[in-house]
């Protein structure tokens, strides 16, 4: 039996009884046509050799047309339709997920064949999403290495030129220093990201002070703001109670904060706002940055997406993918608004400690 959202809306038989029935009323008929046939010859006198052979050829006629009725209708009902499917699967497994199969009836007319044929086209839709996917990230993994490796390459070779000055030297060792950490952070983003792609239930989630937590971690950022002269503005309460993985939610503020601090010019302000309302814990991030147009924000949250180019030798595109994850992980929603030249706020909502219940019935 199908236990499946088409069951009882498709047809469940490509042969349904009513077909069988058919066969057997023409089968009567063609007997009596026989009994039929028999009397008219006995009627009109024909020689035994006649009223046997007449028979005989009656029914060599039915049998052969309901033979090729039936071979017919099993040819266009099942072989057709397998043959088609057949020759797609072949074509997805040689590796073309361009492969489509058209349902053989229309949306009333449903079968069982035509729900598989769909589900075989979803089935290699997906397989092509993910071998896409696949590809980009291998590509794009590979293009974000290049570019370190080149630094720490040419710095190696300057490195190894004589006559250069202990300034020189101390120049060129900092450019690879910073060049390995570039590839090192790269790699534990993809490493976090991979982790928390395959994890489904966070460990280590319990109540704390988010509060408490969103002040470390604008401390942390003390120097860079300071240094790039941004005024930080924070609105935030004594305590507000999260239920939450604490170290997953860092790497949220984290991102958001660095990259307000790498967004915004000399002389902008950031404020970091949090407001607890009715069961949920609302944080935003506002800057005075360059803002984004719509074309950006779309893709913001996609693995390697850098939307302002000239900052783009600056971290990987990985940060707000990573950020979306998490909060996806713990139940949490993020929301972006922003205006080009203006400035961008990313309000972070999480459930307050207590009420947080996931889809699956798991405590996140
Ligand atoms: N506060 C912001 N103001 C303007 N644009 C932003 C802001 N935050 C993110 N963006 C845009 O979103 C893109 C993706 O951000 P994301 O944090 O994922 O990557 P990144 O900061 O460039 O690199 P990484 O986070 O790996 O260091 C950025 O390249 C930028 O174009
Ligand atoms: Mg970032």
Request: charged content about 25%; overall charge negative.
């Given at each position: 039996?199908?236990?499946?959202k088409?069951?009882?809306?498709?047809?469940?038989?490509?042969?349904?009884?009513?077909?069988?029935?058919?066969?057997?009323?023409?089968?009567?008929l063609?007997?009596g046509?026989?009994?039929?046939?028999?009397?008219?010859?006995?009627?009109?006198?024909?020689?035994?050799?006649i009223?046997?052979?007449?028979?005989?050829?009656?029914?060599?006629?039915?049998?052969?047309?309901?033979?090729?009725?039936a071979?017919?209708?099993?040819?266009?009902?099942?072989?057709?339709?397998?043959?088609?499917?057949?020759?797609?699967?072949?074509?997805?497994?040689?590796?073309?997920?361009?492969?489509?199969?058209?349902?053989?009836?229309?949306?009333?007319?449903?079968?069982?064949?035509?729900?598989?044929?769909?589900?075989?086209?979803?089935?290699v839709?997906?397989?092509?999403?993910?071998?896409?996917?696949?590809?980009?990230?291998?590509?794009?993994?590979?293009?974000?290495?290049?570019?370190?490796?080149?630094?720490?390459?040419?710095?190696?070779?300057?490195?190894?030129?004589?006559?250069?000055?202990?300034?020189?030297?101390?120049?060129?060792?900092e450019?690879?220093?910073g060049?390995?950490?570039?590839l090192?952070?790269?790699?534990?983003?993809?490493?976090?990201?991979?982790?928390?792609?395959?994890?489904?239930?966070?460990?280590?989630?319990?109540?704390?002070?988010?509060?408490?937590?969103?002040?470390?971690?604008?401390?942390?950022?003390?120097?860079?703001?300071?240094?790039k002269?941004i005024?930080?503005?924070?609105?935030?309460e004594?305590?507000?109670?999260?239920?939450?993985?604490?170290?997953?939610?860092?790497?949220?503020w984290?991102?958001?904060?660095?990259?307000?601090?790498?967004?915004?010019?000399?002389?902008?302000?950031?404020?970091?706002?949090?407001?607890?309302?009715?069961?949920?814990?609302?944080?935003?991030?506002?800057?005075?940055?360059?803002?984004?147009?719509?074309?950006?924000?779309?893709?913001?949250?996609?693995?390697?997406?850098?939307?302002?180019?000239?900052?783009?030798?600056?971290?990987?595109?990985?940060?707000?993918?990573?950020?979306?994850?998490?909060l996806?992980?713990?139940?949490?929603?993020?929301?972006?608004?922003?205006?080009?030249?203006?400035?961008?706020?990313?309000?972070?909502?999480?459930?307050?400690?207590?009420?947080?219940?996931?889809?699956?019935?798991?405590?996140?």
């Open positions: 039996m199908r236990e499946d088409y069951y009882g809306m498709v047809k469940e038989s490509r042969f349904p009884p009513s077909l069988f029935a058919i066969y057997l009323v023409v089968l009567l063609m007997s046509v026989h009994t039929g046939l028999i009397v008219f010859m006995n009627r009109i006198g024909w020689n035994a050799v009223q046997s052979i007449v028979p005989m050829i009656y029914w060599a006629i039915v049998a052969m047309a309901l033979t090729l009725f071979r017919r209708k099993v040819r266009t009902t099942y072989e057709e339709p397998m043959h088609k499917l057949a020759e797609a699967t072949s074509r997805v497994a040689n590796g073309d997920f361009s492969v489509y199969v058209p349902a053989l009836h229309t949306q009333d007319k449903w079968d069982y064949l035509d729900v598989m044929i769909m589900d075989f086209n979803k089935m839709e997906e397989l092509g999403s993910i071998e896409t996917l696949k590809t980009d990230f291998v590509s794009n993994v590979s293009h974000e290495m290049k570019t370190p490796i080149a630094i720490i390459k040419n710095y190696a070779e300057l490195l190894k030129t004589e006559h250069i000055t202990e300034e020189q030297k101390k120049e060129y060792a450019g690879i220093e060049a390995a950490m570039r090192s952070n790269l790699i534990s983003n993809i490493l976090k990201l991979n982790k928390l792609e395959n994890q489904r239930i966070t460990p280590d989630v319990e109540a704390y002070d988010v509060c408490r937590q969103l002040c470390e971690c604008i401390l942390q950022f003390e120097d860079a703001w300071d240094e002269e005024e930080l503005e924070a609105e935030i004594d305590v507000a109670m999260v239920e939450a993985d604490e170290s997953l939610l860092e790497l949220v984290n991102n958001l904060l660095s990259n307000a601090i790498k967004f915004t010019e000399p002389g902008g302000t950031i404020t970091v706002r949090q407001t607890s309302e009715e069961g949920f814990v609302k944080i935003s991030v506002s800057d005075t940055g360059c803002g984004m147009g719509s074309d950006v924000m779309n893709h913001i949250f996609d693995k390697f997406y850098q939307g302002d180019t000239s900052h783009s030798k600056e971290g990987n595109g990985l940060g707000l993918a990573l950020v979306k994850r998490v996806e992980l713990l139940d949490g929603d993020i929301q972006v608004f922003s205006e080009e030249g203006r400035g961008s706020t990313f309000l972070v909502t999480l459930p307050a400690a207590g009420v947080s219940v996931n889809e699956d019935g798991g405590n996140l």
